[in-house]
């Protein structure tokens, strides 16, 4: 079946760091691709979304292109804050059928 | 436009009860699904609702379930409550399209403790 797989946490960066977070995923079909973030006690927040092959996404200083030769959607930030500080999580989503989810990935920014 | 909600936020109920979680979708969003999260499964799939009618079902025991009113709001219902449902619940609401690949967008979730 369909999965995601993420890289595993937790990430710890200083600020102002570059930020990697791998996400590669098995799908048959043409899924759509999603990261969503979630802070401390709080659900998850929509990042970025990519509905097609070589689409990129991007939301607050996050990019994420999906390539579908390599089957991943690595998300990446030029420079984090302290405030990026969260869980970040890759999902798919077929037709018909329900978000998969990684594993999420923790990651914790210090300044 | 408000976002998804999600009542209560917090809840502590004993082995054996049963408790109901609210959900009330995104204005205009048709489809809301439910998901359980969990440190050591993560988050897994429930169920989802469209038009009052279930249409998608993750693979919960019958302890688990749910309906949709005619204004999409939701609920689902855990009976028996065993110590293993303590667990984060998220509801997330959709258009509910024909593609079905759209966006679901989020609440702040249910803490639900078993003790």
């Known amino acids: 079946g369909d999965s995601v797989t993420q890289m595993e946490g937790p990430v710890t960066l200083s600020e102002e760091a570059f930020l990697t977070i791998n996400c590669t995923y098995t799908?048959?079909?043409?899924?759509?691709l999603f990261w969503y973030v979630q802070y401390p006690g709080e659900g998850l927040q929509l990042l970025l979304k990519?509905?097609?092959?070589?689409d990129k996404g991007s939301n607050k200083g996050f990019e994420a292109t999906y390539r579908k030769e390599t089957t991943s959607f690595h998300l990446e930030k030029g420079s984090v804050q302290v405030s990026d500080s969260a869980v970040y999580f890759c999902?798919?989503?077929?037709?018909?059928?329900?978000?998969?989810f990684g594993k999420g990935t923790t990651l914790s920014v210090s300044s | 436009k408000a976002g998804v909600t999600q009542t209560p936020r917090y809840l502590i109920k004993t082995r054996g009860q049963q408790v109901t979680l609210s959900c009330s979708p995104i204005?205009?969003?048709?489809?809301v699904s439910w998901y359980q999260q969990t440190p050591g499964q993560g988050l897994q799939f429930l169920f989802e609702?469209?038009?009052?009618?279930?249409?998608n079902k993750g693979n919960f025991p019958g302890r688990f379930s749910g309906r949709q009113f005619s204004n999409s709001r939701s609920e689902m219902n855990v009976s028996t409550l065993e110590l293993g449902d303590s667990a984060l619940y998220l509801c997330?609401?959709?258009?509910?399209?024909?593609?079905?690949?759209?966006?679901?967008?989020f609440g702040p979730g249910t803490r639900l403790l078993v003790l």
């Open positions: 997330a609401s959709s258009l509910g399209d024909s593609d079905r690949r759209e966006t679901q967008y």
């Open positions: 609702y469209f038009s009052e009618t279930q249409r």
């Open positions: 990519a509905t097609k092959a070589d």
């Open positions: 204005s205009g969003h048709r489809s």
């Open positions: 799908a048959t079909g043409y899924p759509s």
């Open positions: 999902a798919l989503h077929q037709a018909g059928t329900a978000l998969i």
